[in-house]
């Protein structure tokens, strides 16, 4: 698998990093583009459609990659890059990302909501499970450390966390 060496939207011209116009242009579509409610995998997928590539090398977009161009501060102007984005836009996309992360329920989850939810009623006496942000935010680190195909000594410790977390509800 192929790493871009520079960051995508810039390149080194005399030796000094400068602004890659083509590829600046759709670094701040992709910031509009999620702002205006576009997933990342939305995104990816526009960009391949519109065959606008990645790198020479792998030319795919994938959500991993819009994930990452996203939550990368040096398009600000940080650590002597130029500017691409203005700070507000980079702060008001940071702060989405933060909000869909917390508002998260895996379909998983979503699926288990559903079942208790049939199960709960006076007859029964239960009430449904209702994961805590906590476990969620577990949740979203596990299927994390899966994609990246972490040491699974890593993912083993997270699950059982994971787990710690679900059944601290239960005295």
Partial sequence: MYNRRILYGYLIQNGELTVKADEAATVKRVFND???GLSYQAIAEMLNE??????????????????????????????????????ETFANVQQLIQSKATNYTPKKAKQNMEVDANINNEET????????????KID??????LEKAEQPEVILDLIL???????????
């Fill in 50 to 87: 519109e065959k606008i590539p990645y790198s020479p090398e792998v030319a795919e977009w994938n959500k991993h990659k819009v994930k990452r161009l996203l939550e990368n501060p040096r398009y600000t102007g940080e650590k002597e890059y130029p500017a691409i984005i203005e700070g």
């Fill in 34 to 36: 999620y702002l205006e």
């Fill in 161 to 171: 966390q994971g787990i710690a977390a679900r059944y601290e509800c239960c005295g």
């Fill in 125 to 136: 006496g239960l009430t449904a499970y209702a994961p805590s942000a906590e476990v969620v």
């Fill in 140 to 145: 979203n680190s596990i299927n994390r450390a």
